[in-house]
T-cell receptor, first 114, second 112 residues
Framework: AQSVTQPDIHITVSEGASLELRCNYS??????LFWYVQSPGQGLQLLLK??????LVQGIKGFEAEFKRSQSSFNLRKPSVHWSDAAEYFC????????????FGPGTRLSVLP | EAGVVQSPRYKIIEKKQPVAFWCNPI?????LYWYRQNLGQGPELLIR????????DSQLPKDRFSAERLKGVDSTLKIQPAELGDSAVYLC??????????FGPGTRLLVL
């Protein structure tokens, strides 16, 4: 069975600083990989996804993520964080023939200092 | 295009009472999911539907939880009777042909 770990429970960065959120997965084949963001009281919004091809994927709101097969990682990055980026971030793995078996990581809470 | 719609947004009930949540997925999405999200955790799958068929309900506590998706569109998740530990956010999602899930705002349940 697949699993996802997000080693950082809570990260605090200053506005304008760069950001990297870590995600490691366990799955026998190449999974479908996703990053979602959840603001307080809101549903999950898709930031970006990786299925195949270029291992560096661009998403919304200036986010990008890089798939590294050798490290079983899919880390999320942003060069300059905005105060509105404060939220909970979830990495997810979709496995199975069509990625239909979804497993989420525990999430990383991002705080942004002014 | 309308997103995934869920109701109610909030529900407070006493333990042992029944409760039901409703979900309307994005039009044309055949796959529908129900998740439970406990405070400070990621969502956990309860059940997955392909059209009207429940194809993965291995994580659904069947002694008290039930779900249905009549006509392969709207879905209802029910808990009867509710327990204190059922307090959580219940999320509904639907999946498009590009294998991407879209989530509703969730129903926040508090069992007293």
């Amino acid at each position: 069975a697949q699993s996802v770990t997000q080693p950082d429970i809570h990260i605090t960065v200053s506005e304008g600083a760069s950001l990297e959120l870590r995600c490691n997965y366990s799955y026998g084949a190449t999974p479908y990989l996703f990053w979602y963001v959840q603001s307080p009281g809101q549903g999950l919004q898709l930031l970006l996804k990786y299925f195949s091809g270029d291992t560096l994927v661009q998403g919304i709101k200036g986010f990008e993520a890089e798939f590294k097969r050798s490290q079983s990682s899919f880390n999320l990055r942003k060069p300059s964080v905005h105060w509105s980026d404060a939220a909970e971030y979830f990495c997810a793995v979709g496995a199975g023939n069509y990625g239909q078996n979804f497993v989420f990581g525990p999430g990383t809470r991002l705080s942004v200092l002014p | 295009e309308a997103g995934v719609v869920q109701s109610p947004r909030y529900k407070i009930i006493e333990k042992k009472q029944p409760v039901a949540f409703w979900c309307n997925p994005i039009s044309g999405h055949n796959t529908l999911y129900w998740y439970r999200q406990n405070l400070g955790q990621g969502p956990e799958l309860l059940i997955r539907y392909e059209n009207e068929e429940a194809v993965d309900d291995s994580q659904l506590p069947k002694d008290r939880f039930s779900a249905e998706r009549l006509k392969g569109v709207d879905s209802t998740l029910k808990i009867q009777p509710a327990e204190l530990g059922d307090s959580a956010v219940y999320l509904c999602a639907s999946k498009d042909s590009q294998e991407t899930q879209y989530f509703g705002p969730g129903t926040r349940l508090l069992v007293l």
